[in-house]
């Protein structure tokens, strides 16, 4: 089975700017989470999708939001880009909620 | 409530000799627990899981962890270190069956693996 797949792997931006990162699940896996990892706080939760509804929410601000769409494929939004917002973004699935999950290579996006 | 403090954020091992990397818990029920390891530019690859069965449990490449209820522990250990090992490895804990906000990762131990 293929794994979990992200893109873009990296990415540039400037404060004040959007960016949109995308996540494709493994094969039969219809939980989406967001992980943001940066090395002052660690891994953070962001959040939860499951059959195309946001399941749970971490504490992170509004810019952040996020999508699934009815391939279980999910999009993550970063609104008025921050410069702390720099950070590795990681996607995990899973077949259901609650489950062991298998985490993909991760966006790493710049701002400047 | 739950926590997780993972006791050392650097461990320097040669190659050919064994491997500790500890890891404490704290959780109001019975928690599921997870190593996951990540290497350079790479994202977190699960080791191996702690779900209430056997409390010695066995990973891939040769890892395994024991979760010891009366310490609080899920140390993981390998007999034998090898170069490919160096990365950084991440103790996980969760409530079973509840949703991924649950999930509590330690801060990360550095594994460097000396020639």
């Known amino acids: 089975k293929a794994g979990v797949t992200q893109t873009p792997r990296y990415l540039i931006k400037t404060r004040g700017q959007q960016v949109t990162l995308s996540c494709s699940p493994i094969?039969?896996?219809?939980?989406v989470s967001w992980y943001q990892q940066t090395p002052g706080q660690g891994l953070q939760f962001l959040f939860e999708?499951?059959?195309?509804?946001?399941?749970n929410k971490g504490n992170f601000p509004g810019r952040f939001s996020g999508r699934q769409f009815s391939n279980s494929r999910s999009e993550m939004n970063v609104s008025t880009l921050e410069l702390g917002d720099s950070a590795l973004y990681l996607c995990?699935?899973?077949?259901?909620?609650?489950?062991?999950?298998?985490f993909g290579p991760g966006t790493r996006l710049l701002v400047l | 409530a739950q926590s997780v403090t993972q006791l050392d954020s650097h461990v320097s091992v040669s190659e050919g000799t064994p491997v500790l990397l500890r890891c404490n818990y704290s959780s109001s029920y019975s928690p599921s627990l997870f190593w996951y390891v990540q290497h350079p530019n790479k994202g977190l690859q699960l080791l191996l899981k702690y779900t209430s069965a056997a409390t010695l449990v066995k990973g891939i490449n040769g890892f395994e962890a024991e979760f010891k209820k009366s310490e609080t522990s899920f140390h993981l250990t390998k007999p034998s270190a090898h170069m490919s090992d160096a990365a950084e490895y991440f103790c996980?804990?969760?409530?079973?069956?509840?949703?991924?906000?649950?999930?509590?990762f330690g801060t990360g131990t550095r594994l460097t693996i000396i020639p």
């Open positions: 094969s039969g896996h219809r939980s």
């Open positions: 999708y499951f059959s195309e509804t946001q399941r």
């Open positions: 996980v804990v969760t409530r079973p069956n509840f949703g991924n906000e649950k999930l509590t």
């Open positions: 995990a699935t899973s077949p259901g909620q609650g489950e062991t999950q298998y």
